[in-house]
Structure formats: structure tokens, C-alpha cells
């Protein structure tokens, strides 16, 4: 595969992201619960969820299962409003900063931890060229998610 | 300070790799040239060229300094010190780079053992290799 200019990011993420489309797994999407297990300080936002003890906690946990579909759509609305993230995101943003108090950080862990998964889902076919047409959109909702943070 | 459940998983994770180092070490390095550009700063001749003799024998090492790593997981410092010194007088990577490259390794693993590649192994395998990244830019200053 060549690296000297063949990968256009706009056109490669609409081509890829119609491919990969988010809601057609959303059942297997267990990226929240794999954020808490693999980086397990980010459970501090989320004491009132219940028991996270064990990974198998955490899988079972109700909240965490409806908190993490409630991301995943969010994810699938980025998709839509590629170009235009900060806008689409502002209020998320808003809220996440003023009322949520959630280090941006945490948010880039989120969007590493969803490409694994879809890594985990899509095998073989999720190559170097997919991987990083989708960490360049974790990499934009992560950003929009911490642009109105003040 | 991994436990010993951790200290399994290591294992387990290791056991998947070993007789797969170099076509893993390849392709390790590829999602990273193509993910993250920008390190490709480290590999001047390797990324420039692209040669699939030159990846594979530079992904077997590198994945061959990972498993001597998993070998000595209880100590780190003493079995990587030579890596260590060598990170930090030549090769001297910003360590911001390490997690970009422990992020490419979980999605090679993903990606090839899918469901033989559990999210406790990933804990644990993101726990090691940031153990790895600590001691080898330790020297830095």
C-alpha cells in the first residue's frame, strides 16, 4: 500500500463509513463496558451506576449498557455531521464540561476503545486504511466534545 | 504491580503471538505509519520504502523485545536495560508516541483474534505494554 498522498480523508470515511455503519451491530457494541475494564479510573464518573466491581459487573450492568447505546448513537449522529462536528456537538459538549465535570481526556480512551472493537468486529477487513479513517473521527468527536470546555 | 490473574493474561496474550512475531510486528508498524504519520519521523528508511522484507524483520524484533519483556514481567528495569539506554541516546521517541503504538498493537490483536482477544486480556495487555513504555523512556532525563 503506498503512503505518498493516495489516502484523501473525506472521501476515504464516506466510502468506509457506509461499509462500517455503526447501527448495524449496535448489539455488540459493548465499547462502554470495554472503557471501564481496560482503563478502569474512568468508572469515577459513574458511581451511581451500580456495581462495576468485576468485568463481568460491568458487562451486566444495565446503566452501563444503556448509557453506552445512548454514546453509540451519539457516534452515529457524527457520522452524519461529519463536517460539521463542533457545531453538532456543542451542547454535548456543554453539558459533559458544566454538569458532568468529564476530564476530555477520557473522551480520546472512548474513541480508541471503539475502533478496537470495530477491530474486534470486522477482523481482517478493518485494515491500516480503515483503522485510521475511523480514529480521524473519534479523533474529530473527541475534539468537538472538548471544544466548548472552558 | 500486576497480579497474578494479570500476570496470566500477559501469558495468554503472548502464547497468541509467538510463531506470528514478524507478520504481527509488520503489520504493527504499518497502522502505525498509515493511523499515525507523524512516526513515521522514527523509522526514516523503514517507512520511506516500505519494504515488506524490511517491516517484517524489523516487526519480528520488535515483537521479540515484547516477548523477552513478558518473560521478565516481574523485572522490567534489569531485562530492558539495554532497550532502555538505546531509547534514550539514539533513538530518543517522544514518549507521547508509546501509546499510539500500544493503541495499533490492541487493533492488530483485535483484529486477528477477535474474540480469542477478551476485553480483560486487552486490560491486562494495555497495563504490561504501558509498563514496558515507563521503562524504556525512564532515562530520558
Same mark, same amino acid.
Given at each position: 500500500?503506498?503512503?505518498?498522498?493516495?489516502?484523501?480523508?473525506?472521501k476515504?470515511?464516506?466510502?468506509?463509513?457506509?461499509?462500517?455503519?455503526?447501527?448495524?451491530?449496535?448489539?455488540?457494541m459493548?465499547?462502554?463496558?470495554?472503557?471501564?475494564?481496560?482503563?478502569?479510573?474512568?468508572?469515577?464518573?459513574?458511581?451511581?451506576?451500580?456495581?462495576l466491581?468485576?468485568?463481568?459487573?460491568?458487562?451486566?450492568? $444495565?446503566? %452501563?449498557? +444503556?448509557?453506552?447505546? *445512548? @454514546?453509540?448513537?451519539?457516534?452515529?449522529e /457524527?457520522?452524519?455531521?461529519?463536517?460539521?462536528?463542533?457545531?453538532?456537538?456543542?451542547?454535548?459538549?456543554?453539558?459533559?464540561?458544566?454538569?458532568?465535570?468529564?476530564?476530555?481526556?477520557?473522551?480520546?480512551?472512548?474513541?480508541?476503545?471503539?475502533?478496537?472493537?470495530?477491530?474486534?468486529?470486522?477482523?481482517?477487513?478493518?485494515? $491500516?486504511? %480503515?483503522? +485510521?479513517?475511523?480514529? *480521524? @473521527?473519534?479523533?474529530?468527536?473527541?475534539? /468537538?466534545?472538548?471544544?466548548?470546555?472552558? | 504491580?500486576?497480579?497474578?490473574?494479570?500476570?496470566?493474561?500477559?501469558?495468554?496474550?503472548?502464547?497468541?503471538?509467538?510463531?506470528?512475531?514478524?507478520?504481527?510486528?509488520?503489520?504493527?508498524?504499518?497502522?502505525?505509519?498509515?493511523?499515525?504519520?507523524?512516526?513515521?519521523?522514527?523509522?526514516?528508511?523503514?517507512?520511506?520504502?516500505?519494504?515488506?522484507?524490511?517491516?517484517?524483520?524489523?516487526?519480528?524484533?520488535m515483537?521479540?523485545?515484547?516477548?523477552?519483556?513478558?518473560?521478565?514481567?516481574?523485572?522490567?528495569?534489569?531485562?530492558?536495560?539495554?532497550?532502555?539506554?538505546?531509547?534514550?541516546?539514539?533513538?530518543?521517541?517522544?514518549?507521547?508516541?508509546?501509546?499510539?503504538?500500544?493503541?495499533?498493537?490492541?487493533?492488530?490483536?483485535?483484529?486477528?483474534?477477535?474474540?480469542?482477544f477478551?476485553?480483560e486480556?486487552?486490560?491486562?495487555?494495555?497495563?504490561?505494554?504501558?509498563?514496558?513504555?515507563?521503562?524504556?523512556?525512564?532515562?530520558?532525563?
Amino acid at each position: 500500500m503506498g503512503m505518498k498522498g493516495e489516502y484523501y480523508p473525506g472521501k476515504l470515511i464516506g466510502k468506509v463509513l457506509k461499509i462500517f455503519c455503526i447501527s448495524n451491530f449496535v448489539s455488540d457494541m459493548v465499547s462502554f463496558h470495554r472503557l471501564l475494564v481496560v482503563y478502569p479510573w474512568t468508572q469515577r464518573f459513574f458511581d451511581s451506576f451500580g456495581n462495576l466491581s468485576s468485568p463481568s459487573a460491568i458487562l451486566g450492568n $444495565p446503566k %452501563v449498557k +444503556a448509557h453506552g447505546k *445512548k @454514546v453509540l448513537t451519539s457516534f452515529g449522529e /457524527a457520522i452524519k455531521n461529519m463536517d460539521n462536528l463542533k457545531t453538532a456537538f456543542a451542547k454535548l459538549s456543554e453539558l459533559h464540561c458544566d454538569k458532568l465535570h468529564v476530564d476530555p481526556e477520557n473522551f480520546k480512551l472512548l474513541g480508541n476503545v471503539l475502533v478496537c472493537v470495530l477491530a474486534h468486529n470486522f477482523g481482517k477487513e478493518f485494515t $491500516p486504511q %480503515v483503522q +485510521a479513517a475511523y480514529q *480521524k @473521527v473519534v479523533a474529530g468527536v473527541a475534539n /468537538a466534545l472538548a471544544h466548548k470546555y472552558h | 504491580m500486576l497480579s497474578a490473574r494479570e500476570r496470566a493474561q500477559i501469558a495468554q496474550v503472548w502464547d497468541l503471538i509467538a510463531g506470528h512475531e514478524a507478520q504481527f510486528g509488520a503489520e504493527l508498524l504499518l497502522r502505525l505509519f498509515t493511523v499515525y504519520p507523524s512516526t513515521k519521523v522514527y523509522f526514516p528508511h523503514l517507512s520511506a520504502c516500505q519494504d515488506a522484507t524490511q517491516l517484517l524483520s524489523h516487526g519480528q524484533r520488535m515483537l521479540a523485545a515484547v516477548g523477552a519483556a513478558v518473560q521478565h514481567m516481574d523485572h522490567l528495569r534489569a531485562a530492558l536495560s539495554p532497550l532502555a539506554d538505546l531509547h534514550a541516546l539514539v533513538l530518543r521517541v517522544d514518549p507521547a508516541n508509546f501509546p499510539l503504538l500500544i493503541q495499533c498493537f490492541h487493533v492488530v490483536l483485535a483484529s486477528h483474534l477477535q474474540d480469542e482477544f477478551t476485553v480483560e486480556m486487552q486490560a491486562a495487555w494495555d497495563k504490561f505494554l504501558t509498563g514496558v513504555a515507563v521503562v524504556l523512556t525512564e532515562k530520558y532525563r
